[in-house]
T-cell receptor
Framework: KQEVTQIPAALSVPEGENLVLNCSFT??????LQWFRQDPGKGLTSLLL?????REQTSGRLNASLDKSSGRSTLYIAASQPGDSATYLC???????????FGAGTQVVVTP | DAGVIQSPRHEVTEMGQEVTLRCKPI?????LFWYRQTMMRGLELLIY????????DSGMPEDRFSAKMPNASFSTLKIQPSEPRDSAVYFC??????????????FGEGSWLTVV
């Protein structure tokens, strides 16, 4: 059974510092991987989707890499801002239908 | 587009009562997912539909839970009878050919259920 782990569970950084969020998965036979952001009391907002054939995706200050062979994905957020404070979740597509297996998330606090 | 729309946003109900959660997916999407989020278990997939047909309901915890999708623009998740341990946030999500096609899955704002 696929297991998705996110370490650390919580992270606090000063504004301007780069954020590095880690996601690991046990079964490398994934289809795609998606990173989400969740604000308190809100739903999940999609940040980036990396297809299984890709090694990275970029959107603005966000960059996500994928190494299927080692079972890892990393989300980089450059020059963090207080508005980046949220919980970040990674999810792997466990099958070709779109069934997502989520990690527990990393709670990020960016202090001014 | 208005995104995935869920109702109610918040519900408090007494144990034993029936609860119905509703979802309107994004127009044109052919997949619909119901997830549950709790502090203890995180996000869990309950059931998903493709073209209104249930594909995998192995995540539905008990027979007290049922889900329907009578048409492409509406789905319900019903709990009858409800129990305190059903208290959670229930998310609906939709997508157009996710998985192998590599399309994003979009989530609603969630329905926050408290059973007392």
């Amino acid at each position: 059974k696929q297991e998705v782990t996110q370490i650390p569970a919580a992270l606090s950084v000063p504004e301007g510092e780069n954020l590095v969020l880690n996601c690991s998965f046990t079964d490398s036979a994934i289809y795609n991987l998606q990173w989400f952001r969740q604000d308190p009391g809100k739903g999940l907002t999609s940040l980036l989707l990396i297809q299984s054939s890709q090694r990275e995706q970029t959107s603005g200050r966000l960059n996500a890499s994928l190494d299927k062979s080692s079972g890892r994905s990393t989300l980089y957020i450059a020059a963090s801002q207080p508005g980046d404070s949220a919980t970040y979740l990674c999810a792997v597509f466990a099958d070709s239908w779109g069934k997502l297996q989520f990690g527990a998330g990393t709670q990020v606090v960016v202090t001014p | 587009d208005a995104g995935v729309i869920q109702s109610p946003r918040h519900e408090v109900t007494e144990m034993g009562q029936e609860v119905t959660l509703r979802c309107k997916p994004i127009s044109g999407h052919d997949y619909l997912f119901w997830y549950r989020q709790t502090m203890m278990r995180g996000l869990e997939l309950l059931i998903y539909f493709n073209n209104n047909v249930p594909i995998d309901d192995s995540g539905m915890p008990e027979d007290r839970f049922s889900a329907k999708m009578p048409n492409a623009s509406f789905s319900t998740l019903k709990i009858q009878p409800s129990e305190p341990r059903d208290s959670a946030v229930y998310f609906c999500a939709s997508s157009f050919r996710p998985g192998a096609q590599g399309n994003t899955i979009y989530f609603g704002e969630g329905s926050w259920l408290t059973v007392v």
